[in-house]
């Protein structure tokens, strides 16, 4: 991976956190018919990225999110 590769898949991920953030705020399973498969997709989007993260701290706001999520 190049560094130029390395720094767009680290803001893309920046960006993912930020919307589970602001998602985690107005969404719950429970809200609409549907939203489970919404959650089950975030998870697993959730589960890819965070097998792609290096640096620890990313990991333990991703470990946070998903507290949340689950």
Request: aromatic fraction near 8%.
């Amino acid at each position: 991976m190049t560094i130029t590769e390395n720094q767009d898949l680290r803001q893309e991920m920046a960006n993912c956190i930020e919307l589970f953030e602001e998602a985690i705020k107005y969404v719950r399973e429970d809200d609409f018919k549907g939203a489970g498969v919404l959650w089950d997709n975030g998870r697993k989007l959730a589960f890819e990225l965070k097998s792609k993260i290096t640096t620890q701290e990313s990991k333990q706001r991703f470990d946070e999110i998903q507290k949340v999520i689950n």
